[in-house]
């Protein structure tokens, strides 16, 4: 994009201001945005200004830009940046603005070029001798269908040629440029077909009379009514319950069925929400304890090292079978527990949790304040535990927690080892940063 800038100096005004109609109008415009967002209407303003002026002076940025309570240079940005705000000043009568984009240019739009350079100036943003016309080329004007054209002010001409252009300049040239009807200049309604209409030319037929189907081959010829014949078809609302002798007795099984498949809908929705009528929290991938809706999901197998036997009617489960198993010495032993198992949502432990102050395991990349206390209830404080995680202890926590390998992604157990053996300088010679 060319670089724009403001007119030169000894054109510019010393000062700018709406006439009453265009401040009541600017005024009303700012009040249309909400508090503290007033100053997006800066494109409008500049607008109303340049249709008031002709284009956008110094001044007039600084009287927006005050109005506004926006720096001058916020105004300055978007007058500049935006191709539709003339800097220069333009003809008092018209300024001619020509597409020359593609389809233009392949249908004449060099030959408008000239006829401006001809009848207004050599070059554009020049103004012609009087001060009243001037002209540039730009890109795409929207009418590409009527194909050449040029826009004045607010107005477009299209389907020009280079002598329809002449007198629509020599027009307003003479202050007669609302004797041009703007739009097509040729025959045409707005971008329908030259000559007028086409198509659909035919004037519409008289109403055709309501279509009414012949009665079945062997319907009964008495026009007495039908006799009644049980069906679970619900009644249409147009039709009244006097004209309707076979949905008016209705067997009592219809509704019945209607009822049941009611009773059927509620339960499948309540069943997607949980019994408690609230979104079901075990289904989401970070809750702690996902894993427990799987006893109503896989026929009372329980997840995990656990079995888990639920009643028919849905109460607490008959049984907990648990196994045990024994650590090595100096390392933390694991109960083995049922990684379902929780009270008010708490995770109950999975380690025996060792004596002493626990360490600060949020050290550890990957781990929070919320998942260290998560940690913490399974009776997991200290970074020997982690550590010294076999295979089989990383998959437990990663049942309980739900992680889906994060332990092993993360490699906790080699930043565990580094902060037991030596805080956070050992974590720096091994890892070249400091923790987290």
């Known amino acids: 994009m060319s670089v724009r800038r403001l007119a030169d100096e000894s054109v510019q005004p010393a000062s700018f201001a709406f006439t009453a109609e265009n401040l009541a109008w600017a005024e009303k415009r700012i009040g249309l945005y909400p508090p503290g967002r007033q100053q997006s209407a800066v494109i409008p303003l500049l607008m109303r200004a340049q249709d008031q002026d002709g284009w956008v002076t110094r001044a007039t940025i600084e009287a927006v830009a005050e109005m506004l309570s926006m720096p001058y240079i916020r ?3 978007v007058a500049t940046f935006y191709t539709q705000f003339q800097l220069q000043p333009v003809g008092t009568r018209a300024h001619v603005q020509v597409c020359g984009t593609t389809p233009c240019m392949l249908r004449g739009a060099e030959g408008l070029i000239e006829v401006c350079k001809s009848k207004i100036h050599p070059e554009p943003h020049r103004l012609n001798e009087d001060g009243t016309l001037s002209w540039e080329e730009v890109e795409c004007a929207g009418v590409c269908v009527n194909a050449p054209m040029v826009a004045i002010f607010h107005d477009t001409y299209e389907d020009l040629t280079a002598e329809r252009l002449e007198e629509i300049i020599d027009a307003f040239h003479a202050g007669k440029g609302e004797s041009i009807k703007p739009g097509p200049q040729i025959d045409r309604q707005f971008s329908g077909a030259e000559g007028g209409e086409t198509s659909l030319l035919e004037k519409p037929t008289a109403t055709r009379e309501k279509f009414v189907p012949p009665p079945a081959p062997d319907a009964p010829a008495t026009s007495a009514p039908a006799a009644a014949t049980p069906t679970t078809a619900a ?3 147009d039709v009244a319950e006097e004209n309707a002798p076979a949905l008016k007795g209705a067997p009592q099984e219809a509704k019945v069925s209607e009822a049941k498949a009611e009773t059927e809908r509620k339960a499948a929705a309540q069943s997607a ?7 079901n929290k075990a289904m989401r991938e970070d809750a702690v304890g996902a894993e427990s809706l799987g006893s109503s999901l896989d ?3 329980a997840v995990g090292k656990a079995t888990v036997n639920a009643p028919a009617d849905g109460g607490a489960p008959a049984s907990v079978k648990k196994t045990k198993s024994t650590a090595k010495a100096g390392k933390a032993s694991a109960r083995e527990v049922s990684p379902t198992a929780d009270h008010a949502g708490t995770p109950q432990p999975l380690f025996d949790k060792p004596a002493g102050a626990a360490d600060d395991l949020k050290l ?4 929070g304040p919320v998942l260290e206390g998560k940690l ?3 009776g997991i404080t200290r970074f020997e535990q982690i550590a010294k995680f076999k295979k ?3 998959t437990r926590v990663d049942e309980v927690l739900n992680f889906r390998g994060r332990i092993e992604r993360d490699d906790w157990v080699k930043q565990a080892k580094a902060l037991a053996k030596g805080g956070v300088e050992e974590y720096r010679k091994v890892f070249g940063k400091d923790p987290r």
């Open 75 to 77: 105004v300055l940005e």
């Open 235 to 237: 009644k249409p609302k």
């Open 273 to 279: 929400k949980g019994t408690s009528g609230e979104p």
């Open 299 to 301: 026929g009372g197998k």
């Open 364 to 367: 550890i990349a990957g781990i």
């Open 376 to 378: 913490n209830a399974l």
């Open 392 to 394: 089989a202890d990383i």
